[in-house]
């Protein structure tokens, strides 16, 4: 048996992988598939399509799909945001 230091990860090497991201709440609330449907008032397939391509965060738990609420309203308010700069920069949309 070799002696010497315990192995200890080099966090230099590890700068190219994809940190997870962390939630600080403690309490996030999980939404499955017709939760989320009923919620956003969108279809299955919409909702599907969108995790597929890793537009919204969503994990299987047991084979079924699962959405995490908090993260869903940060992407709906960023959209939001967006949409709202869109329409201010444009030219087209001036109010009377």
């Known amino acids: 048996m070799k002696k010497g230091k315990p192995a200890v990860p080099n966090p230099e090497k590890s700068t190219n992988e994809k ?4 939630v600080t709440s403690t309490e996030e609330e999980w939404l499955n598939i017709q939760d989320l449907m009923a ?7 919409s ?3 969108l995790a597929q391509q890793n537009e919204i965060p969503s994990t299987k ?7 995490p609420k908090n993260l869903m309203n940060k992407i709906m308010l960023q959209n939001a945001l ?4 869109k329409a201010s920069s ?4 001036l109010e009377a």
Not at 19 to 22: F, G, R, V
Not at 39 to 45: V, W
Not at 90 to 93: E, G, I, Q
């Open 19 to 22: 940190q997870p991201i962390l």
């Open 39 to 45: 919620y956003l008032k969108m279809s299955r397939r």
């Open 47 to 49: 909702i599907n399509r």
């Open 61 to 67: 738990l047991g084979g079924t799909l699962m959405f």
């Open 82 to 85: 967006k949409q709202m700069d």
């Open 90 to 93: 444009d030219p087209d949309n």
